[in-house]
């Protein structure tokens, strides 16, 4: 059901048309006198007007056409004209009845792909913090660990700095909904870190001059207690590259945030 300021502005559009003596067409018996934005998306009758709410053609005369269309700009409510001949009208005509009516199934399904319309609410829900990559402004492409969103602004920590991205920028968005179970892996990090962090230590060990006590005697308790520090650094860090590793391993999902990108890929 539309919201009340919308049908307003409808009626008084229709009142006007009547006042006017003006005839308003009907398209198709799918749509009725009146395009709504389900409509619009479903059958595809006005695919450029971006943001549109309500839509109505009128007969000028014979063989022009007026469309008046009510549209949502940032929130504001705007009234735009179009104008159409004959032979554009029976196009569109043809283009709405060759499809199914529109039903409650037919517009489930249809929102469903549709995750720009959720854009915000998805977001926002992204756990965090995680590593991204974004397509934004123009096909630019950016990687780095999603740290927070604040007022609709992305904040994305890469190697050199920290960049802002606003939502309404960007393009499409790949990130992982949960890390993956692979504690089977933990043991085995478990091991090669420690073996990572002993071999460190005999390699440090073999690029250093040996060192003789007072007695002339070479010592090997220093290497011996770099080979053991050196195990346990790798220890001490199995578990972020565990996590590494076990984020690495899990399939990424990729979610369409624009409606240009949305129609880019599917039309």
Partial sequence: ??????????????????????????????VGTEIDEHE????????????????????????????????NIKG??????????????DILKSHIDSQPVLTDALMTAMYEGMDFLRAEKIINEIPKPQYVVLGHSMNKKLKGTLFKVEENILHVQTATGIEKVSLSDVDRLSYRTTTGNYDHLRSYTFAVTGIVGFLMARLYNAQRPATYNEYGTKRSDLNAFRQIFGTVIGLIFSSEVFDAISTLMTPTETIILSEVEYEKENY
């Fill in 1 to 30: 059901m539309k919201p009340l300021y919308h049908t307003l502005i409808i009626l008084s559009m229709v009142c006007s048309g009547l006042s006017a003596g003006i005839e308003i067409v009907i398209l198709s018996v799918n």
């Fill in 40 to 71: 619009n998306r479903f059958y595809r009758i006005f695919p450029e007007e971006k943001g549109l709410v309500d839509a109505q053609v009128i007969r000028l005369d014979e063989g022009n056409y007026r469309i008046d269309i009510v549209k």
């Fill in 76 to 89: 504001k409510m705007t009234k735009v004209r179009r104008y159409i001949d004959q032979d554009e009208l």
